[in-house]
C-alpha cells in the first residue's frame, strides 16, 4: 500500500487521506482499478472517524484504490464549500488517475449521514454552473460515477435542529440555500446510480429522507439498489463491533459486502474483482 496525504486548502484544514495499490510489472492484470472516495458524517461539525479509514480500508481490501476527504467543518462549512472540497477531490483523483492507477470513469463516492450529504449533494450538482465557476470544472472532472449513500441526509429537516444551518447559509441567501440543500428536489438526469442503505429505527436521520431520495431517482430513471434494515441506530458505519461501541447488528453489516457487490457489477459488470488489463506507473508527483 501507498499512503499519501493532499492538502486542499491552505490551512491545511481540508485533506485527502489516499490508499493505493502498489503497480506491479508482474500483475499487469491489476494495474488500473475504480476508485472510493469516503466522505465522514458529523453534522457538518466533525468527521466521524469510524466513517473514515475503517471504511476506506475496507474497499482497499476489496480491490479499489481508496480514498478519504477531511472537507470544511463548522464556522468554514458555509455553502457551497464542502462541496467545492469534494469537487477539488475528485478532480485532483481523476486528473491523476493515470499515475495512480485508476480507471477515471470508475470514480464512486461514498458518504455516511452528513458525509452522505455531501456526497449526495456532488450527486445532483456537479454539472451546475456555480460549482463548475467556483471549481474550474467545466468538463466534468468533478463528476462521481457513482454515489454509496449511507443514512444519509437528504433534506434541510435535520439540520434546522442544529447550529448547523447557521454556518451553511453563512452569508448567502437562505432561500437558495435551502433550494440546494434539499436534495431530493435536484436529482436530475445527471446523477449516477446510486447505492443506498438506512436503518428502520434510525432516530437521528429519518429514513424517509432515504425513501425520498430513491423516489426522486426512480422519477428520474436512474438506477439505484437500496436496503432498509429493521433495527440499528443511526452512525453504525461497518456496523462491525471494531468500529461500534455496541458491537454492531449483523443484519446492518451486510451493507457493506452488498455495495462492493454493487460496484463490481456496475463498473465491471462481474461481483469478481477482475479488472481490466493496462499497464500503469504510480507516482506521487503532480
Known amino acids: 500500500m501507498i499512503k499519501e496525504t493532499f492538502y486542499l486548502s491552505d490551512d491545511k484544514t481540508v485533506r485527502l487521506d489516499c490508499y493505493l495499490y502498489e503497480i506491479y510489472e508482474s500483475m499487469p492484470y491489476r494495474a488500473t482499478r475504480p476508485a472510493v472516495v469516503v466522505c465522514p458524517g458529523g453534522g457538518y461539525q466533525h468527521c466521524s472517524c469510524r466513517e473514515a479509514d475503517p471504511v476506506a480500508l475496507g474497499y ?3 480491490g479499489f484504490n481508496s480514498f478519504v476527504l477531511y472537507y ?3 464556522e468554514k ?12 477531490a475528485v478532480k485532483l483523483i481523476r486528473e491523476n488517475a493515470e499515475k495512480w492507477g485508476i480507471i477515471k470513469d470508475q470514480i464512486a463516492v461514498c458518504g455516511f449521514s452528513a458525509g452522505g450529504h455531501l456526497a449526495a449533494s456532488l450527486g445532483v450538482h456537479w454539472n451546475d454552473d456555480y460549482i ?3 471549481t474550474a470544472c467545466m468538463n466534468g472532472e468533478n463528476k462521481p460515477n457513482a454515489l ?7 433534506s434541510t429537516s435535520y439540520m434546522e435542529n442544529t447550529n448547523t444551518m447557521d454556518h451553511i447559509v453563512a452569508d448567502n441567501d437562505k432561500e437558495w440555500v435551502y433550494k440546494q440543500l434539499n436534495l431530493h428536489t435536484c436529482v436530475n438526469s445527471d446523477t449516477p446510480p446510486t447505492f443506498l442503505f438506512h436503518t428502520f ?7 424517509g429522507d432515504s425513501l425520498q431520495f430513491a423516489l426522486a431517482l426512480e422519477k428520474n430513471d436512474i438506477p439505484f439498489e ?4 429493521p433495527n440499528g441506530s443511526h452512525g453504525l458505519s461497518l456496523s462491525t463491533p471494531d468500529v461500534c461501541e455496541n458491537g454492531g447488528d449483523k443484519d446492518v ?3 457493506f459486502q452488498l455495495s462492493i457487490n454493487w460496484l463490481r457489477r456496475l463498473f465491471y459488470n462481474s461481483e469478481e474483482a477482475n479488472l481490466p488489463v493496462k499497464k500503469a506507473k504510480y507516482s506521487s508527483k503532480l
Do not use: N
Open 60 to 62: 482497499f481490501a476489496a
Open 72 to 74: 470544511s467543518l463548522g
Open 77 to 88: 462549512a458555509d455553502y457551497p464549500r464542502p462541496l467545492t472540497d469534494l469537487s477539488a
Open 132 to 134: 463548475k465557476e467556483k
Open 148 to 154: 454509496i449513500l449511507g443514512y444519509p441526509v437528504i
Open 201 to 207: 429505527r434510525d432516530r437521528t436521520v429519518p429514513v
Open 226 to 229: 437500496m436496503h432498509i434494515y
Open 253 to 255: 453489516a451486510g451493507w
